[in-house]
């Protein structure tokens, strides 16, 4: 026989545990809109648990301004499993903070110890301009895949899947490039806020699938003009992108990418298409 | 705009001639390298100030050369327009930044670049032009026993203004009568803070070459997994340790001949 | 009103084909004077706006995040059903159907299955065709495995993220729309309400996120593609952001709920760590292929465990009851999915819950690991180790994990009939948001092909009939309609900011959440059910009385979108309560303790429920009307499930 019984005993439990022992202090760039400017404010973070996420620790902080009557801090973030590329924290001089191959929402408070000050900053660049305090606007990333970062083809295709025949290496390959989160990491990791890291990523993936053959050299031309335009800097192949990556989109992106736009405006006449404007 | 306009100013574009200017400087040091090691054959300048006088009158070298300096002066130029394109992409700074795994080269190739730019112009001011424009500028003449190899020098004081270089055969002996460049040389490189400054220019030139090289190969979209390490050894070992050491020997070398004497 | 279900004549495997070309369609030339707005930009919602835009309509999609790449269709990890049979194992149509039509426990729509396992052979080729880079096998063929218990290998993936693959497709899709004009996309915008004239759904009221300027827009139709409900029970596995007021908005315009009470409960996820936390992550649910779950024997030791005087491993073999393998001998620890999590369930209730919260059962992996190797087991299950190593700090080749079950997925929503259309005409909802293909429960993989179905090959073609019938006449922002519902959404955003008391509405979720998941969860009691009633209406009364909201419209203001959310989930809530207690049977995922059998397991009651409930708003605090859309089953004998 199933019965329901109560599990109220443990809820009580659940409370003890979120205090933790470790005591912060953040510093927090704190900015109405992007018409204004903004400061740096001081805020205590008191028994924070180290099993916390990084942005359940500041949920814990919001949560406390809210009770005296002081307004939240704003940050994005969404699906809090590290996928979804909405949560873009610069955390003690690292997008998404010190810990590799993680977004914002997946690092822990045991990266950090008790005591430390922990500064916090929105993604920098002029591409990206601060929406309110630590969330920026990063329309600028769909726009360059507006540009061009499809392969046009309607709903109705009926061409069997398994017609087209892609060596395991390459859509392993395809794949790989493919995970791209576009949080943005990458232009905030950068020196020179270029955003070629996502760029190329999605030009690889489709330049190395035979689906994306057709358009692959109007495709590198569309978007990266739409690039250009949107004002983020040039590579330096420093290699800060790759570091900072938390899905780890490797730089050989960026080479593949400049290789297809050099070969389609130099060698090859018939892709030569140019720009509107 | 025309099509070839919109991609050299297009990012790639912009890129592609800083990787290609880079990599036919990179051909040209290996070329300077060479002749300089002619400094370090202890013939009183013999060598070097033939070599001298063979590149500034060889027709073909000499267009090469205005192509390396429109090189020098492209790539500098370009390096100045993306640097200020690149600052405009960051506005705002970041209050806190972090030591990156970005290698200190590729983060500084602006500054290293401009000491390498400064170094051409004392470089070329010292050297080049002066070897140009120094009416002043002393001449060698040096006899070769072409029986018995032995090579002798003195001074040669040019019977007319103009007189530029001259190579005559008199009863088995080789006269060439040259600028003596080789002189500004031991002069230049008896001076300590002008050793110095080469010294420094020359670590410059190795941290600039060393991000430079294989990054002028992304550029280009040239990487390949089998020959991209071979790019970066060739850009470590050679273009880094390699060049800059020879460079950076040969006033040192001079220097230390000098305080021996 | 009467339930018409609009299914169509005919024997089941010729009636999406015959009721395709029964269907009228729009002129082409006539295609672009018709608007269409679609709310949420998931596979549902991309792959419809961008499929209606490639037909010629002018398409209006809108999201609350900053892009449409970010709708909560990424996160799913599994892959995606396909009745291909590429691999000769014996799938077919008809198979996909059966097993869905099995899988959800007889509680969903035979022709809407049918139709669903037809057009999954399109979904795969279309997502291959726009560069989707699902995995390959060495010849270059297309890859499948078995997944959540099939008998088939029909189900294709791309490594552990196919969600988000097949989202970025359509995401591509949508992309290209844009940049041809056809579809202009308002991000960061929320829909706060549905406006309808004459009854038909015309259009929205949405609240700009930045700026709080709230705005309308008219359309011949709107497509809710807004997902699904699971954070009402606060704890989830969906993203913080996903939320149930598009749909509970409509819904108190005239759109009917379907089967509320439906919701999925996965086993595997990584358990609390306390009160702060925010959601739950889940772990692939074939981590129970070797691993073995168990609890304590006794409460003490249970109660050793908790205060960390000992660990796991020093629990002897004798004091450790492996409790699914021990009452379902058959199948062990790979009983489905609504079995396994109630049984962990029950051990916490007897107080052998372990873990610092008491909140867990073990998942095992030492016997697995002296069996194959621990290379092998981490070949296999690597990646799942590696993300609960960084969640929880603790290593389960040496411990065992932790694991409690999680609310993933929502199995009821707004009723639809067959061309997908709610009870306000014009309106339709698309994927999780419907309640329409998974019955009681749902099987592994099939979410995300419900999703595409819907958008690429369903309304299409069901749309067009609607369109063709009210006609091209331009609709605009002009009618009172849309003046009267922005006056009343105003009036509730202000109630909203109005509340100046002492609770944060967070705190108000995480009660909900405790309520809903205590009493309305996997098990329910007609008992347990009353007293949530009770207890949410006292949440809802308090609500209004004691939150606090921070902050004013004009700006971007997280604290106001959150309570307007959540006084939308405790509404939710309690008509949940309601429809869990007018269901007294066990069916799917959820268990009614009063109808068991003599050996504890679910007892379905066909003769009584075997229906739809289609829940009426009647009024803010009235009771909401039930009406009931037979289930009629022509194809599949009803039979009850059996894993003992």
Not at chain 1, 241 to 260: G, Q, V
Not at chain 3, 172 to 177: G, H, K, P, V, Y
Not at chain 3, 279 to 289: G, H, V
Request: aromatic fraction near 10%.
């Amino acid at each position: 026989m199933y019965l329901i019984l109560d599990t109220n005993y443990l809820i009580q439990n659940l409370k003890e545990m979120s205090n933790g022992n470790m005591n912060l202090t953040l510093k927090v760039w704190r900015q109405k809109n992007a018409q204004t400017s903004g400061k740096f404010v001081s805020y205590k973070a008191e028994n924070i648990s180290p099993d916390m996420s990084f942005l359940e620790m500041l949920d814990v902080v919001n949560e406390g301004l809210t009770h005296k009557g002081d307004e939240p801090i704003n940050f994005d973030h969404d699906c809090r499993e590290g996928i979804c590329g909405m949560c873009s924290l610069y955390i003690n001089g690292h997008p998404h903070g010190p810990k590799r191959g993680v977004t914002t929402c997946q690092l822990h408070m045991r990266t950090f110890h008790d005591g430390e000050t922990i500064t916090i900053e929105p993604w920098r660049a002029s591409a990206f301009p601060v929406v309110k305090d630590l969330a920026v606007d990063r329309s600028a990333f769909d726009r360059i895949q507006q540009a061009g970062g499809y392969v046009s083809v309607n709903t109705g295709v009926t061409t069997d899947g398994n017609a087209l025949l892609i060596p395991k290496v390459i859509a392993d390959e395809a794949f790989n490039s493919a995970t791209c989160i576009g949080c943005g990491a990458c232009v905030a990791a950068c020196k020179n806020a270029s955003a070629m890291l996502f760029v190329s990523a999605k030009i690889t993936q489709l330049g190395l699938l035979p689906q994306g053959q057709p358009e692959r050299y109007s495709r590198v031309q569309s978007m990266v003009a739409q690039m250009d335009e949107e004002g983020f800097g040039s590579c330096t192949n420093t290699g800060a992108c790759e570091a900072e990556c938390p899905k780890e989109i490797k730089l050989t992106n960026i080479a593949r990418m400049n290789n297809d736009f050099l070969s389609a405006k130099l060698f090859r006449e018939e892709e030569i298409h140019e720009a509107k404007h | 705009m025309s099509e070839i306009k919109q991609t050299f100013n297009s990012s790639l574009g912009k890129k592609l001639i800083m990787a290609l200017t880079g990599l036919f400087l990179c051909t040209f040091i290996i070329v300077h390298v060479g002749g300089n090691l002619l400094l370090f054959s202890n013939d009183n300048g013999f060598g070097f100030n033939v070599y001298a006088n063979f590149l500034t009158h060889f027709p073909p070298i000499e267009v090469i050369a205005y192509i390396l300096y429109l090189s020098i002066v492209v790539h500098a130029l370009y390096a100045l327009i993306i640097t200020l394109k690149n600052r405009k992409a960051r506005p705002v700074g970041y209050a806190v930044t972090s030591k990156s795994d970005a290698t200190w080269s590729s983060k500084n190739m602006g500054l290293l670049g401009s000491i390498l730019l400064l170094f051409i112009v004392i470089h070329m001011s010292d050297f080049w032009f002066r070897y140009h424009n120094d009416k002043t500028m002393g001449f060698k003449e040096y006899r070769t026993d072409l029986g018995t190899g032995k090579t002798t020098e003195s001074t040669y004081t040019p019977p007319v203004a103009d007189f530029s270089h001259s190579v005559s055969t008199e009863n088995n002996v080789e006269i060439v009568r040259v600028k003596d460049l080789h002189a500004r040389v031991v002069y230049s490189f008896s001076q300590l803070w002008y050793v110095i400054f080469y010294v420094i220019a020359m670590g410059a030139l190795s941290f600039h070459l060393l991000h430079g090289f294989q990054s002028a190969f992304r550029t280009l979209g040239w990487v390949h997994r089998k020959y991209t390490p071979i790019v970066y050894a060739v850009g470590t070992w050679f273009f880094a340790v390699i060049i800059p050491f020879l460079f950076a020997l040969m006033p040192v070398w001079y220097y230390y001949q000098n305080v021996i004497k | 009103m009467s339930l018409d279900a609009k299914i169509p004549e005919g024997p089941l495997a010729d009636r999406w084909n015959k009721h395709k070309f029964d269907l009228k369609l729009v002129n082409p030339a006539n295609k672009r004077k018709y608007d269409i707005i679609v709310v949420g930009t998931g596979l549902a919602g991309a792959a419809a706006a961008a499929s209606l835009a490639e037909l010629g309509y002018n398409v209006k999609a809108f999201c609350f995040q900053d892009s449409p790449r970010r709708a909560h269709s990424i996160a799913a990890q599994g892959g995606i059903n396909a009745a291909k049979n590429y691999q000769n194992d014996g799938d077919s149509v008809f198979r996909l159907f059966y097993d869905t039509i099995k899988g959800g426990d007889y509680r969903a729509r035979e022709s809407n299955v049918h139709r669903l396992a037809e057009v999954s052979v399109n979904i795969i080729d279309q997502c291959v065709a726009q560069g989707v880079p699902f995995a390959r096998e060495y010849g270059g063929l297309l890859d499948n495995r078995s997944f959540g218990g099939s008998q088939v290998s029909r189900t294709f993936y791309a490594r552990g993220q196919t969600g988000q693959q097949l989202l970025l497709g359509a995401y591509s899709a949508l992309n290209r729309q844009i940049h041809a004009g056809k579809v202009k996309m308002y991000t960061r915008t929320e829909m706060l309400d549905v406006v309808t004239i004459d009854g038909h759904a015309k259009g929205i009221v949405t609240r700009n996120m930045l700026t709080g300027a709230i705005e309308s827009h008219a359309g011949h139709a709107v497509l809710l593609c807004t997902g699904g409900y699971s954070n009402v029970f606060y704890l989830s596995t969906n993203a913080i952001g996903s939320n149930v007021t598009a749909a509970w908005r409509a819904h108190k315009r005239g759109a009917y709920f379907g089967n509320p009470c439906y919701t999925q409960i996965h086993p595997t996820c990584i358990p609390v760590t306390g009160d702060h936390q925010s959601k739950l992550t889940l772990m692939s649910e074939s981590l129970r292929n070797d691993g073995r779950v168990w609890a304590p024997k006794t409460v003490e030791i249970a109660e050793q465990l908790r205060k960390g005087t000992i660990k796991a491993d020093q629990v002897k073999e004798d004091d450790r009851d492996y409790f699914l393998e021990r009452k379902y001998p058959a199948f062990g620890n790979l009983v489905p999915r609504d079995v396994a999590s109630r049984n962990a369930k029950e051990m916490v209730e007897e107080g052998k819950g372990v873990g610092g919260s008491g909140f867990a059962v073990f998942l095992d992996f030492a016997d697995a690991i002296k069996r194959l190797g621990e290379d092998t087991v981490r070949a296999k299950y690597g990646n799942l180790f590696d993300m609960y190593i960084q969640i929880t700090d603790e290593n389960p080749y040496k411990q065992p994990m932790r694991i409690y079950p999680a609310v993933h997925y929502t199995m009821g929503g707004l009723w639809v009939d067959y061309n997908l259309s709610t009870t306000i005409p014009g309106l339709y909802a698309l994927g999780e948001c419907n309640f329409s293909d998974h019955g009681a429960n749902r099987l592994g993989a099939s979410a995300l092909m419900q999703g595409l179905s819907d958008g690429y090959f369903v309304i299409p073609y069901t749309l067009g009939d609607y369109l063709a019938k009210i006609g091209p006449k331009k609709v605009d922002t002009s009618h009172p309609a849309f003046e009267a519902t922005k006056k009343d959404v105003i009036a509730h955003i202000n109630k909203l900011l109005a509340l100046k008391g002492t609770k944060t509405a967070n705190e108000y979720h995480r009660e909900l959440g405790h309520i809903m998941w205590e009493y309305c969860g996997m098990a329910r009691t007609d008992e347990g059910l009353k007293k949530a009633k009770g207890l949410i209406q006292a949440l809802k009364a308090d609500f209004w009385k004691n939150a606090i909201v921070a902050g004013e419209n004009e700006e971007v203001n997280a604290s106001l979108e959150r309570a307007g959310r959540i006084a939308d989930f405790i509404e939710l809530g309690e008509l949940m309560v309601d429809d869990a207690l007018m269901r007294k049977e066990s069916c799917g995922g959820h268990f009614r303790v009063e109808s068991q059998t003599a050996d504890g397991e679910a007892l379905r009651d066909d003769e009584n429920f075997a229906f739809v409930a289609a829940w009426e708003f009647k009024g803010e605090d009235q009771p909401e009307e039930l009406h009931k859309e037979e289930l009629v089953f022509e194809a599949v004998h009803l039979s009850q499930r059996n894993y003992a």
